[in-house]
């Protein structure tokens, strides 16, 4: 449950800033593959991919995970 939860708040705040998930994976260096299955809940997101996607998004980790 806490891989789709944060998947959504993923996605939620990737489409807040505008970005395709092309322009996060590429701007994050992710995989596009990669980087559908954490946004569809598929895959746990690594603490380095977090830091990357956060950063990405201008946002702390801490409000990426609704903490």
Known sequence: MENVQLANRIRAFRKLKGLTQ????????????????????????AERELNLIAGVLSIS???????
């Open 61 to 67: 980790i801490e409000e990426l995970q609704g903490n």
């Open 22 to 45: 092309q322009e996060l994976a590429a701007e994050t260096g992710i995989s596009l593959a990669i980087l559908g299955m954490i946004e569809r809940g598929n895959r746990k997101v």
